[in-house]
Structures are given as structure tokens and as C-alpha cells.
């Protein structure tokens, strides 16, 4: 891992430093030869002001010199003649055979080395020009210079050296803080113990502590998805055991012995009851199902919820719930959706109204809009909800009788709910115990 995290941030660093050390190169040349060319010229107009033509003779000052900071002077005529200094023996002729140019400096190679020479005029005797050459040899200024150019390697080198160390240390320190984390996924993944978490705290680096936060989020949204899973495949197999465990025994109650028609009719009448409730379970799991995998397709088309809800209420009276009287408070509520679905939602409320209401008890169901969203409101006065329980009965197969005698698999809050949240609404409860409960149906109006 530590391969990963300096190999490329190392190669990106020498990379760099060798691009600072080819612009050291080109720029230290280019100002070496500006340098070299500036030093000259000023030796050059410093030392020729010690220099005068009296009375048509050449008059030397006691202040001038024939060598200075390595630039070599000799005063010449016109036409190349030496009136003082001399040249070096090696590079005279070259010299005697460089024309004069005023006031420009210009190279010379000269036995294998490079000169810098430099012409500044002083005035005219005899009629002709008189001139002060100074000139200077490349290599004795290089010498500085490359032992400049050669500390900028060297501190440009040790720099790196610095940097690559620092990285090495703190790749390590990384790569140890990812090696725990990768080792406790690990962990978790071959052991599904999802019991465990990732060290957050006390990290060198933010970063690292940030990201271990995030996974042990996502690990506890997943140590309650699986939960979720175990108790929703424990749910399911509890509520199919009892009536697979009816329709068996009734089966076997059959083949015992020969019995007349009526027993045959009981038994057939058990299994059929079973085989519903059977039947239904599994058509709300599919409808959840459906639900979660948006494998729904939902026919929008707009709704009257005052007819819905009076055809629901009918069809609740139609049932032989008698003893439980049903109020319609209607008043105009429109919007859109599927209506097989709000049906559904509608059904539920009304049924568990009735459901848990007191014998010849009284349920009110109101329709509205308000704050530009309609309602459908069912209101029982009956037995209500104790407060602990309220916010598990949107769970699936929560109910709040847990001894599961009640009727009904604890699916139809749920399912409600998730059938108004797919229409863009939602669900409201208040309830007291003893009192009874309310349920308010909220859809974005139309």
C-alpha cells in the first residue's frame, strides 16, 4: 500500500526537480553571459576615465590599471596598434585581428577558450581614434558562477531528500490507519459481525477520521438493514407457520377416516380461511415488494376523494360491521395518483378504525384540503395507541397486541404509508389511550 501512496507523489517531486534544474541551467548561462557582459563594460568605462590626449599625447592617470577583477586592458589605435599593455602570447593574434567596435561587447574564441572583449573610445590623437580594449576569459567568471549554479543543485537536491523522507514517513503513517481499516472490513466481511467498527478517534490525520466516521455510519445502516431482514424474515415465517400448521392438521383430520359431508365441509371451510389469510400475506409482501423496487407502474389520473371514500365506507357497512357506525363529514378534495392504490391506503384506515373501536362505537371520516394539500381523516374512539408504541406501528408486521392473537399480519400501516409517500404525501397519528386514535391521509392537492 505505501508503494501506491509515494510512488507517484515521488516521481511527480523529481519530475519537478528536474525541470527547476534545467531552467537553473538555461537561466544561470543566460545570466552568466549577462553578467560577464556587465562586469566588463563597466570595468571597461570606469578604468577609461584615467585616460586622456593631452596636446596630441596619450596621458595615463595614476589611478588606472592594466588588470582589474580579472578584465585585461590595452589602449589602442584605429588601426589595432598598442600604445599600452600587452596582449597574452596565446591570443594575440587573434586579437591584433578583432576590429574595434565602440561601445559593443562581443565574444571571441580564442585558443579553445571563449573572450569577452569590450571597446570604449577615449578620444583622437594624430588624427586617429584612440581606444581601451579590456577583455576577460569566460572561465574565470564560470568559476563562480558554477559554484553558485552547482549550491542551487545541491540545495535544490537536499530539499528533495527532505521532502521524499517526509512523504515516506507520513505514507507509512497512512498506509498503517488504511491497514486497520481494510483488515476490520475484512473482518467484518468474513465473520458478518457487524458488531464492530472502525476507529474514528485519535487520528493523526482529519481525513482519514472523516472517512472511518462515513464507513461506520454506513455499517450501522447496515447492521439495521440486516436486523430489519432477520425480524422481517422471522415475521414472515411466524404468520405462515399458523396457517400452513391448519391447513395440516385439517388435512390430516381428512384422511383419518371416512367422515360424512358436513365434516368434509368444515374441513374444506378451515383450509379455505387458511388459504386466504395465506393469500393475502403474500399479496402484501408483493405489493411491498413492488413498492421498494419502484416496479410499480402507477395510472395517474385524477381523484375525488369524497367518492372513494364514501364508495369505501359503503363497502365497510356492506361487511356486516353494524355495530360500528360511520360518519362521512365530506367536503371537496381533489388530486391526482392511482386510484387502486389510494383505495388501498383508504381501506386500511377505515378498517382499523372499526377494528379497534368499542362495540357499537362510532368512526368519523372527514375529506378537506388544506395548506393546498387534501386529506382524508378517519377518527375512532376506541382503545387508542399507548405513546411507546406509536412510533413502531409503521414497522412491518408491528402490532401493538404482542401476544400476535390479534387479527391482521401488521402490514397495512406500513404499506399505507409507503403508498402515500409514493404519491408525494404522507401519514399523520395522534392518539390517546382510551380514547381513540386518529389517522390523517395528506396528498398534494391538485
Known amino acids: 500500500m505505501i508503494h501506491y501512496i509515494v510512488i507517484w507523489p515521488a516521481i511527480a517531486m523529481i519530475c519537478m526537480t528536474l525541470m527547476m534544474m534545467i531552467a537553473i541551467r538555461l537561466f544561470s548561462n543566460a545570466a552568466v553571459d549577462y553578467e560577464i557582459k556587465r562586469e566588463i563594460r563597466k570595468s571597461t568605462d570606469n578604468n577609461r576615465h ?42 594575440r593574434s587573434d586579437m591584433e585581428n578583432l576590429p574595434i567596435r565602440n561601445n559593443l561587447s562581443s565574444a571571441l574564441v580564442c585558443d579553445g577558450a ?36 552547482m549550491g542551487s543543485y545541491l540545495m535544490i537536491s537536499g530539499m528533495l531528500c527532505v521532502v521524499l523522507f517526509g512523504t515516506l514517513i507520513l505514507a507509512k503513517r497512512i498506509s498503517k490507519e488504511l491497514k486497520n481499516m481494510c483488515q476490520t472490513a475484512e473482518h467484518i466481511g468474513s465473520n458478518l459481525d457487524m ?29 439495521q438493514t440486516f436486523r430489519l431482514q432477520e425480524q422481517f424474515t422471522s415475521d414472515v415465517a411466524h404468520e405462515l407457520r399458523t396457517p400452513v400448521a391448519v391447513v395440516l392438521a385439517q388435512c390430516q383430520y381428512a384422511r383419518e377416516k371416512v367422515r360424512d359431508a358436513s365434516d368434509y365441509q368444515e374441513v ?30 402507477m395510472q395517474e389520473e385524477v381523484l375525488d376523494l369524497m367518492e372513494i371514500v364514501q364508495s369505501v365506507c359503503e363497502e365497510q357497512q356492506e361487511k356486516g360491521n353494524d355495530t360500528i357506525a360511520i ?42 384540503e388544506n395548506s393546498g394539500q387534501a386529506y382524508v381523516r378517519v377518527t375512532d374512539y376506541g382503545i387508542g395507541i399507548e405513546p411507546e408504541k406509536l412510533e413502531n406501528i409503521f414497522r412491518r408486521f408491528y402490532k401493538c397486541d404482542q401476544s400476535r392473537n390479534a387479527e391482521g399480519f401488521g402490514l397495512g400501516l406500513p404499506l399505507s404509508l409507503k403508498i402515500a409517500k409514493k404519491h ?12 381513540g386514535s386518529e389517522f390523517t391521509l395528506w396528498l398534494p392537492k391538485t
Do not use: W
Not at 117 to 142: C, T
Not at 340 to 364: C, H, R
Not at 424 to 435: M, P
Open 50 to 91: 584615467n585616460l586622456s590626449v593631452v596636446n596630441g599625447k596619450l596621458e595615463i592617470a595614476d589611478g588606472f590599471s592594466y588588470q582589474s577583477d580579472n578584465v585585461s586592458f590595452v589602449v589602442l589605435k584605429r588601426n589595432g596598434e598598442i600604445l599600452a599593455g600587452e596582449y597574452p602570447e596565446n591570443i
Open 114 to 149: 571563449t573572450y569577452y572583449v569590450r571597446d570604449a573610445r577615449i578620444g583622437r590623437m594624430a588624427g586617429k581614434g584612440l581606444f581601451l580594449r579590456g577583455f576577460l576569459k569566460k572561465s574565470y567568471a564560470d568559476s563562480v558562477y558554477h559554484k553558485l549554479e
Open 195 to 223: 458488531s464492530q467498527r472502525m476507529r474514528c478517534e485519535d487520528h493523526m490525520f482529519r481525513e482519514i477520521a472523516v472517512l472511518a466516521s462515513a464507513n461506520n455510519r454506513m455499517l450501522d445502516r447496515l447492521e
Open 268 to 297: 374444506l371451510d378451515a383450509i379455505y380461511r387458511q388459504s386466504k389469510k395465506m393469500n393475502t400475506l403474500i399479496t402484501q409482501l408483493l405489493k411491498f415488494l413492488r413498492l421498494d423496487q419502484d416496479r410499480v407502474q
Open 327 to 368: 360518519h362521512l363529514h365530506l367536503h371537496e378534495a381533489v388530486t391526482t395518483g392511482d386510484i387502486s392504490l389510494i383505495i388501498i391506503v383508504i381501506q386500511n384506515l377505515v378498517e382499523n378504525a372499526i377494528k379497534f373501536s368499542y362495540p357499537d362505537g362510532q368512526v368519523d371520516v372527514e375529506t378537506g
Open 424 to 435: 408525494g404525501g404522507g401519514i399523520d397519528v395522534r392518539s390517546a389511550v382510551g380514547k
